[in-house]
């Protein structure tokens, strides 16, 4: 039973820093592209960042320079680093480990709350 399981969302200041974890069951992990999502109310789901297999990373451009994911195989988890948050990076998180399209998995999201 393949399970992603995220940690690490809650409320904070803007400006303010959060990380995100998701770790990953039942799936060889280092053989998958993980990446994170997030859902605004009212807005569609969008990519926000991915690491390949490979370590290859690739970011939406709002989050570009303030974001940073990386991947830990030895521990099946991969991370989100979100520095300077802003009002509008509130949403839903959501982690994906992506291998093909018959292999591709998500977790229950996390919340984020960016406010003063």
């Known amino acids: 039973q393949v399970q992603l399981v995220e940690s690490g969302g809650g409320l904070v200041q803007p400006g303010g820093s959060l990380r995100l974890s998701c770790a990953a069951s039942g799936i060889d992990f280092s053989m998958y592209a993980m990446g994170w999502y997030r859902q605004a109310p009212g807005k569609q789901r969008e990519l926000v960042a991915s690491?390949?297999?490979?370590?290859?990373?690739n970011y939406a451009v709002s989050v570009k320079g303030r974001f940073t994911i990386s991947r830990d195989n030895a521990k099946n988890t991969v991370y989100l680093q979100m520095n300077s948050l802003k009002p509008e990076d509130t949403a839903v998180y959501y982690c994906?480990?992506?291998?093909?399209?018959?292999?591709?998995?998500w977790g229950q999201g996390t919340q984020v709350t960016v406010s003063s």
């Open positions: 690491i390949s297999n490979s370590d290859i990373t």
């Open positions: 994906n480990a992506l291998f093909s399209p018959g292999a591709d998995y």
